[in-house]
C-alpha cells in the first residue's frame, strides 16, 4: 500500500513537472505559413520567430512550416487560400486586403502616418482592432500589424527631385486603388501588379520603378535593376498577419490563446527587427551605387496637395467616410 501511495506520489511529481504546454490542450497539427518576401528579409525573419514561438507554445504537436518568396502565392492569392482553408496563415501589406476589405485603404492614404510611433499607436489600439475585425465576416482573422515601414521610390530613369520628375515614368504599385490613383497624380504611369511579378517586370523594363520600404529595397536586391531612390517617405503601409477563420474557428481555446500571445511577440520582435535593419539597408544601398536623395519638405507638401482627390475619391465610397473620420480623430488625439 505504501509503495502504491509513493510511486502515486511520484507519478504527481512528474506531471506536475511538465510544461505547461504539454498539459495545455494542443491538437497534432501542420500549419502552413506564406509571405512574399525573400527567405533573408525582415518578413522571413519574423516569420521564423512566430512559427518557432508556436512550435514550442504547442510542445512540438504543431508543424508549422515557412514558405517564403511568394511560393505560395502572391498576396492575393493566399488571401483566397485562406478564406477557402487551403493555407492557415499570411503576412503581407494590409493594402493587398482592399479587394476583400475596401476600408483597408485607409492606411493607404498618402502622408497619413508622421512617424512609426503615430503608426504603432494607432495599429496596436482600438482602430486598428475595429479594422482587423473587419474581416471575420470575409473568412479571415486578423492576428497583429507588423512593420514594412514608410515608402520610398526607386527608378531606373532619373533622379526624382521634384514630382515633375516622375512624369512618364512606368511605376509599379500595389494592386490597391489608392497608389494608382496617386501616382497618376504625380504624374507616373502606375502599373498595378503583384510583388511576386516585380524584380522580373523591373529588369525587363516593363516598369521603370517602384515604391517600397529600404528594407524590401536592400532584401529583394532591387538594387541590381534601380538607381535611383528618392526618400519620399508618401506612405507608411503596415504588414498584417492573418489566419484562416474556417481553421481558426476549429482550434482550442488553449491553441487560440497561443496563438494570440505568439503575435503579439513576433510583433514587438518583427519592429525592433525591421527598425533596426532599415539602418543597415540605407548604408548597403548606398554601397551598392544607388543614388539617394530625399525631396524638399516644400515639395512633398505640394505632392501631398496633388493627392487631394485621389483621398476625396477613396473617402466618397460606401462607408470610407466614417472610417477616415474614425482614424483622424485617432491621430488629433496623440497629436493635441
Ligand atoms: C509582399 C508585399 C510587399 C508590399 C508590396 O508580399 O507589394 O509592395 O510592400 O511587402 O506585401
Redesign the pocket.
Known amino acids: 500500500m505504501k509503495l502504491i501511495i509513493k510511486s502515486l506520489a511520484l507519478g504527481l511529481a512528474i506531471a506536475g513537472t511538465l510544461s505547461a504546454a504539454q498539459a495545455a490542450d494542443f491538437k497534432p497539427r501542420m500549419v502552413r505559413f506564406g509571405?512574399?518576401?525573400a527567405e533573408d528579409s525582415n518578413?522571413g525573419r519574423a516569420v521564423r520567430f512566430f512559427a518557432e514561438e508556436l512550435n514550442k507554445a504547442s510542445g512540438g504537436k504543431w508543424k508549422v512550416k515557412t514558405f517564403g518568396a511568394?511560393s505560395l502565392g502572391?498576396?492575393p492569392q493566399m488571401q483566397n487560400a485562406l478564406i477557402g482553408g487551403a493555407q492557415e496563415i499570411m503576412?503581407?501589406?494590409t493594402?493587398?486586403l482592399v479587394g476583400i476589405v475596401s476600408d483597408f485603404g485607409v492606411y493607404d492614404l498618402p502622408f497619413v502616418f508622421n512617424s512609426e510611433k503615430e503608426a504603432d499607436t494607432v495599429l496596436d489600439g482600438p482602430f486598428g482592432q475595429k479594422m482587423m475585425d473587419k474581416l471575420q465576416g470575409k473568412g479571415m482573422v486578423g492576428l497583429t500589424y507588423w512593420e514594412?515601414g514608410f515608402?520610398n521610390l526607386t527608378n531606373s530613369k532619373r533622379p526624382v527631385n521634384k514630382m515633375e520628375d516622375m512624369a512618364g515614368i512606368k511605376l509599379?504599385?500595389?494592386q490597391n486603388p489608392v497608389y494608382i490613383d496617386m501616382f497618376k497624380g504625380f504624374g507616373a504611369n502606375a502599373v498595378p501588379l503583384?510583388?511576386?511579378e516585380?524584380f522580373a517586370a523591373l529588369e525587363t523594363g516593363a516598369v521603370d520603378g517602384?515604391?517600397?520600404?529600404v528594407t524590401?529595397i536592400d532584401s529583394s536586391k532591387f538594387y541590381e535593376v534601380q538607381k535611383y531612390l528618392t526618400m519620399t517617405r508618401h506612405v507608411y503601409?503596415p504588414?498584417i498577419v492573418t489566419a484562416s477563420k474556417r481553421w481558426y474557428d476549429g482550434l482550442t481555446a488553449d491553441e487560440k490563446a497561443a496563438l494570440q500571445k505568439a503575435a503579439i511577440a513576433s510583433r514587438d520582435f518583427e519592429r525592433r527587427d525591421s527598425r533596426a535593419a532599415s539602418e543597415k539597408s540605407m548604408e548597403v544601398l548606398k554601397q551598392k551605387g544607388m543614388q539617394i536623395n530625399s525631396m524638399s519638405d516644400a515639395e512633398l507638401n505640394r505632392m501631398r496637395a496633388t493627392t487631394k482627390p485621389a483621398v476625396d475619391k477613396f473617402a466618397a465610397m460606401p462607408g470610407h467616410a466614417e472610417v477616415v473620420k474614425e482614424l483622424d480623430a485617432e491621430l488629433a488625439k496623440l497629436r493635441k
Not at 210 to 213: A, F, K, M
Request: glycine share 8%; hydrophobic share 35%; no cysteine.
Open positions: 509571405y512574399g518576401l518578413q511568394a502572391s498576396d503576412v503581407g501589406s493594402a493587398t514594412n515608402r509599379r504599385v500595389m503583384a510583388f511576386s516585380l517602384q515604391e517600397n520600404p524590401t503601409s504588414w
